[in-house]
C-alpha cells in the first residue's frame, strides 16, 4: 500500500469511525469535504501557479463545536493534511501549509457551517512530522499522470514580544499582564493591531502553558479603552471573570483566563 493510500485511510479513520455513534451531529467528514470546496472556490490564477487559500476559518453550533473541539490540536492536523493533499493531486499551491481554525457561533444553525478563507504568508503551521510530509509531498508529484510543474512555499514566521516601552498606537498607556500561570511576570503592549495569543512560535504573545492552545485567542480594539475577545476554538476554551465566553467585549481589569494562565489588560499609570 503507497504511503498516499495509508495517509488517506488514516484521515477516513478520524473523519468517520470516531463518530460512529453521534451521527444526529455534524461529522467531522462533512467539515473535510467542505473545506475542500472552500479551496476549490476561491482558488487564485496567477502567471504560473495556481493558488488557493491557506487560512480556513470555520464557524459552528455550539453543539457541534463542542464533540469535535475535544479532538484538540490533533484534529486540526489532520484536517490541514487532508487539505494539502487535495491541492497537491490537482497541482495547487498553498502559501504555507493551511492552518485551520475552528469557531463556536450560535448564529449557524446545527449541523450546517460556514467557512471563511484568507492568504497569508506569514503563517506557520507545524506538523511536528516534517520528514514524513516531505516524503508524502515527493510520492504524490512523482505518481500523478498529467502533472503540473508547481511550488508549494513554505516562510517561516517570527515576531517577538515588545517592550512595554517605545510602542506607537491608540493603546500606548495599556498592556497585558499575565498575573497567573508559567508566565507570570510578562507584559504585552496592546497596540492598533490585533494580538494572537498561544503556545506556537508564530503567535504574538507565545506563552509556555501546557493548557494553552497553539493559536487560543485574539485581542483586538474594540472601541474607546475596550478590546474584542475571541476564542479561536482552543481546547481548553476562555473565561472572563470565569464565565466561558467564544466572542466578548473586555475592559481593563477583567480577569481573562486560558488554561493555568490569568491575564489582565492594565494602564500604565501617567507620569
Not at 132 to 154: G, H
Request: with cysteine; aromatic share 8%.
Amino acid at each position: 500500500m503507497s504511503l498516499l493510500a495509508r495517509f488517506e485511510g488514516m484521515a477516513e479513520f478520524l473523519f468517520t469511525e470516531a463518530f460512529k455513534k453521534s451521527a444526529s451531529r455534524l461529522q467531522p467528514v462533512e467539515i473535510a469535504k467542505e473545506l475542500v470546496k472552500s479551496m476549490l472556490r476561491n482558488k487564485q490564477v496567477s502567471i504560473s501557479q495556481v493558488y488557493v487559500p491557506n487560512i480556513y476559518r470555520v464557524y459552528l453550533h455550539s453543539s457541534d463545536w463542542g464533540p469535535i473541539a475535544s479532538f484538540g490540536d490533533a484534529f486540526l492536523i489532520e484536517l490541514s493534511k487532508y487539505l494539502f493533499a487535495e491541492a497537491e493531486r490537482n497541482g495547487y499551491t498553498f502559501l504555507t501549509k493551511p492552518a485551520i481554525e475552528l469557531h463556536s457561533d450560535e448564529t449557524v444553525n446545527p449541523r450546517q457551517m460556514i467557512i471563511e478563507v484568507d492568504f497569508d504568508d506569514s503563517i506557520v503551521v507545524d506538523w511536528g512530522d516534517e520528514e514524513k510530509d516531505i516524503e508524502l509531498a515527493n510520492e504524490v508529484r512523482l505518481n500523478q499522470s498529467n502533472w503540473r510543474e508547481s511550488t508549494t512555499i513554505f516562510r517561516e514566521g517570527v515576531k517577538t514580544n515588545l517592550p512595554v516601552e517605545g510602542v506607537i498606537g491608540r493603546n500606548l498607556d495599556y498592556f497585558l499582564e499575565i498575573i497567573e500561570g508559567p508566565d507570570i511576570g510578562r507584559r504585552f503592549s496592546l497596540r492598533d493591531e490585533e494580538v494572537i495569543i498561544g503556545r506556537h512560535g508564530q503567535c504574538n504573545l507565545v506563552l509556555l502553558d501546557p493548557e494553552v492552545s497553539r493559536r487560543h485567542l485574539k485581542i483586538a480594539p474594540g472601541g474607546e479603552n475596550g478590546w474584542w475577545l475571541d476564542d479561536l476554538g482552543s481546547t481548553n476554551g476562555t473565561y472572563v471573570n470565569g464565565q466561558r465566553i467564544t466572542h466578548h467585549t473586555t475592559a481593563p481589569g477583567d480577569r481573562i483566563s486560558i488554561g493555568q494562565s490569568v491575564l489582565v489588560i492594565q494602564r500604565s499609570p501617567l507620569p
